[in-house]
């Protein structure tokens, strides 16, 4: 059965008014999540070990310094620290890594965590565009370090670049990070010049207004064969759910429909050379109603698959 990781505390992260990474994103999650047949499960905050993994010990000090006792301190433009932000990012991390060992444990087939803020912006010792923490990275060094895994691969189809995954990982050897993501557009990064340190990254923009045509074509023709020649024992995802026609971020025209298509050939990826295993992680998506059927599509295939 799919694991379902989720917290309440999630909810402390809040971002000034009128922020598109709002706290009731999860709680739409919740309700279109709510019928399906899922293993739920909360996690525990993730401890400084688990952090240092991708950041130094300075930056999450840093962090903890400057986290107020009321009101907000903003960290950039978009970023901002309100006074449950910190336990809401390490509760993140820490269902990325729980998610993590529950898959490899064998306990579930696939995982998907539904935590905020987001993670996958964040570098190593700056955070950015709504993130604090890289929660993706983090969990693919811990099945790397962790369970001796020898690949693993993240796959990122939110609409803006993961920049601070690709970061976090750019020195990894072992891992292979994926993006698809709309360019140009914010944050400016992702230009398929960027291989990674061992030609370990690979980024695939898309031009504004492209369709789920476009997206498939790209996953067939070169996504999914290069994540089958690297032959991972893990997929990572970072879903984002903002290439959604409604989502008022960007500029790409995906329907619910594509998201679940893409989970569909992740999963038969997954199956040929993971044996199934599958760790989703949230990421973007700002119109409530378009994140909601998105990502109950895609949380939907997952149950599919693991009872399959």
């Known amino acids: 059965m799919t694991l379902f990781l989720t917290h309440p505390d999630a909810d402390l992260h809040v971002n000034p008014p009128g922020h598109p990474e709002q706290v009731d994103r999860l709680p739409a999650i919740r309700a279109a999540l709510a019928g399906m047949d ?59 890594v729980a998610a993590v060992d529950a898959v490899m444990a064998g306990r579930a087939p696939n995982a998907f965590v539904a935590m905020r803020p987001p993670g996958h912006h964040a570098e190593t010792a700056r955070p950015m565009g709504f993130c604090l923490f890289g929660t993706v990275a983090i969990a693919a060094k811990h099945a790397l370090d962790v369970h001796g895994l020898d690949r693993v691969a993240v796959v990122d189809f939110d609409v803006h670049h993961g920049n601070g995954t690709q970061d976090l990982l750019w020195d990894e050897a072992r891992a292979l990070f994926v993006s698809t993501h709309q360019s140009p557009l914010w944050p400016g990064t992702g230009d398929p010049s960027e291989t990674g340190a061992h030609g370990n990254v690979m980024n695939r ?55 679940a298509w893409i989970t569909e050939r992740l999963c038969d990826l997954a199956a040929r050379r993971a044996r199934g295993r599958v760790v989703s992680v949230l990421e973007g998506g700002y119109d409530l109603d378009a994140l909601a059927d998105a990502t109950a599509a895609h949380v939907d295939v997952l149950r599919r698959r693991g009872h399959g």
Request: aromatic share 6%.
């Open 205 to 259: 923009p898309l031009p504004p207004g492209s369709d789920g045509t476009a997206i498939r074509r790209a996953m067939e023709r070169e996504i999914l064969p290069r994540l089958d020649a690297f032959a991972p024992d893990l997929v990572l995802v970072s879903a984002g759910f903002d290439a959604h026609r409604a989502d008022p971020l960007a500029q790409l025209g995906w329907e619910t429909e594509d998201f």
């Open 38 to 96: 899922l293993r739920r499960e909360t996690p525990d905050p993730a401890g400084d070990d688990v952090l240092t993994r991708c950041h130094p010990q300075s930056y999450i000090d840093g962090l903890e310094a400057a986290a107020p006792a009321d009101g907000w301190v903003q960290l950039d433009a978009d970023t901002s620290l309100s006074p449950g932000s910190l336990r809401a990012a390490r509760l993140a991390v820490g269902a990325g």
